[in-house]
């Protein structure tokens, strides 16, 4: 069993920044493929970014490509996705997943844990 808990959410202008966290307790963290995903109000689930340590492999969906970056730190058990040049269209609930893969989903049944989500709110 995996426990994710994200952080870092909040109200921002169109422009900004932030950076979001995910920290994960229960099996072991480095073994996992940590991935990203967003919901918006009256919209599917939609993929964000994911990370494999194995291999060092990154993986984005393309709305957030050369915006966003996804990182983890093995030795806090923690993952990270920095976003840069917010857009009104990123509002959304962010959520962390681990998936126990050696794949690299983009889609969310490709992920056994979830966390409870973040609200990201960017206002024009």
């Known amino acids: 069993q995996v426990q994710l808990v994200e952080s870092g959410g909040g109200l921002v202008q169109a422009g900004g920044s932030l950076r979001l966290s995910c920290a994960a307790s229960?099996?072991?963290?480095?073994?996992?493929?940590m991935g990203w995903f967003r919901q918006a109000p009256g919209k599917e689930r939609e993929f964000v970014a994911a990370i494999r340590w194995i291999g060092g492999i990154l993986s984005y969906g393309d709305p957030v490509k050369g915006r966003f970056t996804i990182s983890r730190d093995d030795a806090k058990d923690t993952v990270y996705l920095q976003m840069n040049t917010l857009k009104p269209e990123d509002t959304a609930v962010y959520y962390c997943?681990?998936?126990?893969?050696?794949?690299?989903?983009?889609?969310?049944?490709?992920?056994?844990?979830w966390g409870q989500g973040t609200q990201v709110t960017v206002s024009s």
């Open positions: 229960g099996r072991t963290f480095s073994r996992y493929v």
């Open positions: 997943a681990a998936g126990n893969t050696v794949m690299v989903p983009t889609f969310s049944r490709g992920y056994d844990y």
